[in-house]
C-alpha cells in the first residue's frame, strides 16, 4: 500500500518550454503532497507544500510563478516548470501523506529527472 | 531551527561487519524522526521512524536506530551489512506529528558495502 507514481520519469526538453511533471497517489487520498528537488549528490530541497483544493505553500526562495503547483484532487498534484532553462535541470521528486497514514510518514514518488537543453 | 546533520558523507564497511549511519538532530520540543534510503535514480524509500516509546526502532531490511535523548542522535544500524545495503540513506526530522508536516531532511551518507 502506499504507492506514489510520477510521470514522466525523466524528460528532456528545450530551454523556453514548459514541462510538466505528475504526482499520483494509486492507492490513497493524499491530503498533502510535498515538491522536491534534488542536485546531484546532495538532499532533498523541499519546494512547496500543497493541500487539496488550496494554495501551495512555497518555501523561501522558490518562485511560486516559475514553478507552478496545482493539487486539483487527492490523488493528484502536478508541478509545471514554466519557461524551464538549463538551471532547472534536476531530479525532482513528490511524496504525499495522509491523515490515517501514520502521522507524519511520507510516501516518495520514484522521481522525475528533468534535462533542460 | 529544526535541523538534521550527518556528520559522514560516506561510510565503507565490509560485508558481514555491523554498520552505523551517524545522525544528529535539533529541534524543539518533541522530534520525529526518520530514515530512508535511496537507490540511484529513484525516489526514497522509508526504512524506519521514532515517534514515541521504546528508543530501539526495528525497521526494514534488518536495520534499526537508536534514539538518544540526550546526545540529541538517531543512528542507523545494522549488525551485518549486505553488498545490496549500498546506497544514499537520509536522516530526516519533522517537528510535528502531522501529515501536514513538511519534514526537513540530512546531507545524506552514501554507505558502500564491499563483498
Known amino acids: 500500500g502506499a504507492v506514489v507514481s510520477q510521470h514522466p520519469s525523466w524528460v528532456i526538453c528545450k530551454s523556453g518550454t514548459s514541462v510538466k511533471i505528475e504526482c499520483r497517489s494509486l492507492?490513497?487520498?493524499?491530503?498533502?503532497m510535498f515538491w522536491y528537488r534534488q542536485f546531484p549528490k546532495q538532499s532533498l530541497m523541499l519546494m512547496a507544500t500543497?493541500?487539496?483544493?488550496?494554495?501551495?505553500?512555497?518555501e523561501q526562495g522558490v518562485e511560486k510563478d516559475k514553478f507552478l503547483i496545482n493539487h486539483a484532487s487527492l490523488t493528484l498534484s502536478t508541478l509545471t516548470v514554466t519557461s524551464a532553462h538549463p538551471e532547472d535541470s534536476s531530479f525532482y521528486i513528490c511524496?504525499?501523506?495522509?491523515?490515517?497514514?501514520?502521522?507524519?510518514?511520507?510516501?516518495f514518488g520514484p522521481g522525475t529527472r528533468l534535462t533542460v537543453l | 531551527a529544526q535541523s538534521v546533520a550527518q556528520p559522514e558523507d560516506q561510510v565503507n564497511v565490509a560485508e558481514g561487519n555491523p554498520l552505523t549511519v551517524k545522525c544528529t538532530y535539533s529541534?524543539?520540543?518533541?522530534?520525529?524522526l526518520f530514515w530512508y534510503v535511496q537507490y540511484p535514480n529513484r525516489g526514497l524509500q522509508f526504512l524506519l521512524k521514532y515517534i514515541t516509546g521504546d528508543n530501539l526502532v526495528k525497521g526494514s531490511y534488518g536495520f534499526e536506530a537508536e534514539f538518544n535523548k540526550s546526545q540529541t542522535s538517531f543512528h542507523l544500524k545494522k549488525p551485518s551489512a549486505l553488498v545490496s545495503d549500498s546506497a544514499l540513506y537520509f536522516c530526516?526530522?519533522?517537528?510535528?506529528?502531522?501529515?501536514?508536516?513538511?519534514?526537513?531532511f540530512g546531507s545524506g551518507t552514501r554507505l558502500s558495502i564491499r563483498p
Open positions: 530526516a526530522v519533522s517537528p510535528l506529528y502531522s501529515s501536514a508536516s513538511k519534514i526537513i
Open positions: 500543497s493541500n487539496e483544493g488550496s494554495k501551495a505553500t512555497y
Open positions: 511524496s504525499a501523506s495522509f491523515i490515517a497514514g501514520g502521522g507524519n510518514e511520507q510516501f
Open positions: 529541534v524543539s520540543g518533541n522530534p520525529y
Open positions: 492507492d490513497f487520498q493524499a491530503t498533502t
